[in-house]
């Protein structure tokens, strides 16, 4: 795990006032400036990061609880640090005959914006007078994939599903849903994420308070 640090923040590149919402970075030359004094601040395209990861990037589709797109391409980028840590997670998952599957990784605070006027409930979306760890690119949402089917495993609901079943203690499922939820867990717990209650496929990595939020499209990342 990289030590903790504290990001500076230029004025200039963020957006603070009480109605637009919390202080965040706006600006790509201002993301690439942090990224320049920190290499750990880059946000990694895990697509290319990460061999064997399958997406299924729910928001670049109307398949999700919006019936809308959010974003305009289906990508996943995460901070540095947390896509080594999932990178890591995903050898151990291959080391059992599973992959990762990514729904949602970092999300533009514009789109999680649009996620909270469409389901304006804190247990589920993140409200924008805080915004989201997704929008700090330290957050992702996944699934599993059976390496020798290429499969969806089963799992104790789909992506999004917001009923009882979804929660992470919630015990009236499958044996094989169980089963898969645990391993699931104990991979992404073992290098440094932590699960979101509420939400079996939702983790956090540690640290995660240390990056600012960021309202930069795909894009600007690349």
């Not at 320049?36 to 064997?52: N, S, T, Y």
């Amino acid at each position: 795990m990289p030590a903790r640090f504290f990001v500076l923040l230029s004025f200039c590149a963020l957006a603070a006032t009480p109605q637009s919402g919390p202080a965040r970075v706006t600006e790509p030359a201002e993301y690439r400036r942090q990224v320049h004094q920190d290499p750990r601040q880059e946000l990694v395209d895990l697509a290319r990061f990460i061999p064997g990861l399958r997406l299924d990037i729910r928001y670049a589709t109307t398949h999700n609880l919006t019936g809308q797109r959010i974003y305009p391409e289906a990508a996943a980028f995460l901070r540095r640090p947390v896509a080594e840590d999932l990178r890591r997670a995903q050898q151990t998952l291959a080391q059992q005959g599973y992959a990762l599957k990514i729904y949602d990784a970092y999300r533009p605070y514009a789109a999680t914006v649009r996620l909270y006027e469409a389901l304006p409930d804190q247990t589920y979306a993140a409200p924008p007078t805080r915004g989201s760890k997704h929008n700090r690119g330290c957050s992702v949402d996944v699934g599993l994939v059976d390496l020798n089917t290429g499969q969806d495993v089963a799992l104790p609901t789909d992506f999004d599903a917001m009923t009882p079943a979804a929660h992470s203690d919630y015990q009236q499922l499958p044996a094989a849903a169980l089963q898969h939820r645990a391993i699931l867990h104990r991979a992404l717990q073992q290098h440094g994420f932590k699960n979101y209650a509420a939400e079996w496929w939702h983790f956090d990595h540690e640290g995660w308070e240390q990056y600012p939020l960021l309202d930069l499209p795909f894009s600007a990342l690349r």
